[in-house]
């Protein structure tokens, strides 16, 4: 518990969280209170719990906006205007080592955007939805807090901030384009767009494709896997099917 703690001093908001989560970590050591906190809540049932972390890493997953758009079901731009032609944030998921995955693990810790009003512009441009009816974004983020981020190690503003800064270090467009696979509409191997992935990274990721209108497979999502402290890219320690042809197309955006 406490090298995870230690593991957060990079994050901007760390110290907010030390200082409202020691007391907290205080009264759980000794058993006084019960835990409000949210980041308490995912370590404090018992030591089931704890072990059951310890098979816990993370997908960080980003989607391509010209194949989510692209489909029958279509998007909409966010009322911030279309998104860069750029892979963007999907989600940050734990998931345990036999591939499947805890959600809502705390109902009483609400998505709370004042806590993160200095990521929101952040957040905007690398995470935006493209959800139909057009929208702000916050609809999107509370859906990947409440489902998700509520089962890392994370407060809420740990989680965005550790997710952006995963986006800052992987630029899966230009691993791709390194390798000549642009969003051109033209069709690449999938074995092509993980090796180009692998090249860029440094890891192999998993591939999810979805179907365009016309039920043409294309590249849809990229995943990569993330230790439990949100910081060390990992071989993702389970790998599952993901729906792609053989060649799929990039669309573009
Ligand atoms: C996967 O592992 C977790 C944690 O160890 C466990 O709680 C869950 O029941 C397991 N799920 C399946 C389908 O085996
Ligand atoms: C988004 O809109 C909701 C109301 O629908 C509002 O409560 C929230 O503050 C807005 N957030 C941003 C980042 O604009
Ligand atoms: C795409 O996002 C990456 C970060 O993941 C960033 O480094 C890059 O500059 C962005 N590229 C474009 C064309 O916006
Ligand atoms: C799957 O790929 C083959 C060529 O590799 C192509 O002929 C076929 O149309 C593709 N199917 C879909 C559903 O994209």
Redo the contacts with the bound molecule.
Sequence with gaps: MKSILIGLVILQCTISIYAAHSQSFLYYAEQVVEEEEPFVTAFAEDDAAADHNSDLFYYYVEQWPGSYCDTKKGCCYPSTGKPATNFSIHGLWPTWLNGSWPENCNPNSLYDESKISYLIERMQSEWPTLSCPSNNGSKFWKHEWEKHGTCSIFDQCAYFESTLNIKDRVNFLQALENAGIKPDGN?Y?VEAIKEAIKAGVGVTPLIECN?DAS????LYQIYICVDLNGKDIIECPTTVQRNC?????FPPF
């Design positions: 069709f191997e179907s039920k043409v497979s294309q042809n053989t060649t799929v197309e």
